[in-house]
T-cell receptor, first 116, second 114 residues
């Protein structure tokens, strides 16, 4: 079984400040972890993923995420937020043992609002 | 590549009517997913296919919902008969087969059942 929790429905930050969007996961085996972003009236877009190797993963638009196995977390971060980063963010997990593409499990989403 | 193409973008129908949503995945992708997104339930996986074969349809809410993938470049999600509670945004996504691969989402179909 696999699950994802995004504990915050909403995150508000001021432009220029660092941002963090939290994600914790649970899988039976080892995880593949993903972050997606959804802008209004659009489909989800891939931001970054952790497959293996370095725990710090860098992705699109200056975002990064750190895989922490002991805390089963994969928090999304950005050193300096932009107003244009305001969107809905989804964390997703797949069990590495799942050989059938996979059923990803998505979190409930976190709405990020960056204020000027 | 044009990405995942969904049609129509918007659909308004009356309760009891049949609704068919269409999806063209990215060429070369061999996995296809149908999702539903609502404010109340968030993003739900309805069904996914590998190589045109349904692998997991446990998310399909009722027998009123059915999905087909007759070939690698086309899939449909049908609701018959439709009900107001089916109103949602329906997304199609495709990927290469394999758990580490990214899903590419279409722009979605916004369905309103009156």
């Amino acid at each position: 079984a696999q699950s994802v929790a995004q504990p915050e429905d909403q995150v508000n930050v001021a432009e220029g400040n660092p941002l963090t969007v939290k994600c914790t996961y649970s899988v039976s085996g080892n995880p593949y972890l993903f972050w997606y972003v959804q802008y209004p009236n659009r489909g989800l877009q891939f931001l970054l993923k952790y497959i293996t190797g370095d725990n710090l993963v860098k992705g699109s638009y200056g975002f990064e995420a750190e895989f922490n196995k002991s805390q089963t977390s994969f928090h999304l971060k950005k050193p300096s937020a932009l107003v244009s980063d305001s969107a809905l963010y989804f964390c997703a997990v797949r069990d590495k043992r799942n050989t059938n593409a996979g059923k990803s499990t998505f979190g409930d989403g976190t709405t990020l609002t960056v204020k000027p | 590549d044009a990405g995942v193409i969904q049609s129509p973008r918007h659909e308004v129908t009356e309760m009891g009517q049949e609704v068919t949503l269409r999806c063209k995945p990215i060429s070369g992708h061999n996995s296809l997913f149908w999702y539903r997104q609502t404010m109340m339930r968030g993003l739900e996986l309805l069904i996914y296919f590998n190589n045109n074969v349904p692998i997991d349809d446990s998310g399909m809410p009722e027998d009123r919902f059915s999905a087909k993938m007759p070939n690698a470049s086309f899939s449909t999600l049908k609701i018959q008969p439709s009900e107001p509670r089916d109103s949602a945004v329906y997304f199609c996504a495709s990927s290469l087969k394999g758990a580490k691969n990214i899903q590419y989402f279409g722009a979605g179909t916004r369905l309103s059942v009156l």
